[in-house]
């Protein structure tokens, strides 16, 4: 039997052993994170059901030539804006990691892995030293979260997010 985790939790059917409810794992309600697993918990009751572990994909991917790789601030465009705000996107079959300021296209590179969030954290510092103070925001593009399906990643992307932006 394949095993039930984040990933395909929502078709599998689960069982309140407190209540008796039977259903589906996208009608349970989540509870509490923690770093290893989810509690997925009960709509009848509230109790717990299960606890699931996060998935992890690590595909292999072909190498990449690095000196396309976005390094240091001075290989980003001066842009002249009193608040800039970048869309990081992948795109091309997720093999390209592209930067929109508005509809045009500041950056683009290939792409190795499908670590996006690794890679949007370590761009974010780039920008943040390119654009200072003037960086409004950083908006992932949802599939950033394809291969990081676990929800504390997504929160700690959120605070990462708000800390980029802040004005100092
Ligand atoms: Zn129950």
């Known amino acids: 039997m394949m095993s039930i985790t984040l990933s395909n939790y929502k078709e599998a059917e689960f069982t309140c052993h407190s209540c008796g409810w039977k259903g589906l794992g996208r009608e349970t309600e989540m509870g509490e994170v923690f770093s290893e697993v989810v ?3 009960c709509p009848m009751c509230h109790d717990n059901i299960t606890s699931l572990p996060f998935t992890r994909f690590t595909p292999v991917r072909h190498s990449i030539d690095e000196s396309k790789l976005l390094k240091n601030a001075a290989q980003l ?3 002249a804006a009193d608040e800039i705000v970048i869309n990081f996107n992948v795109g091309d079959m997720g093999s390209l990691i ?3 300021h508005n509809d045009t296209e500041i950056w683009r590179e290939p792409t190795s892995t499908y670590k996006y ?3 949007y954290y370590e761009i974010g ?3 943040k030293q390119k654009y200072g103070g003037r960086f409004a925001d950083y908006i992932p593009c949802q599939s950033i979260y394809d291969y990081n399906d676990s929800i504390s990643e997504a ?3 959120g605070s990462y997010r708000k800390s980029i932006i802040a004005r100092e």
Request: charged residues 35%; aromatic residues 6%.
């Open 155 to 157: 929160i700690s992307l």
């Open 125 to 127: 510092d780039i920008l």
């Open 98 to 100: 592209t930067l929109f």
């Open 77 to 79: 465009p001066d842009i």
């Open 39 to 41: 509690e997925i918990d």
């Open 117 to 119: 969030m690794d890679r």
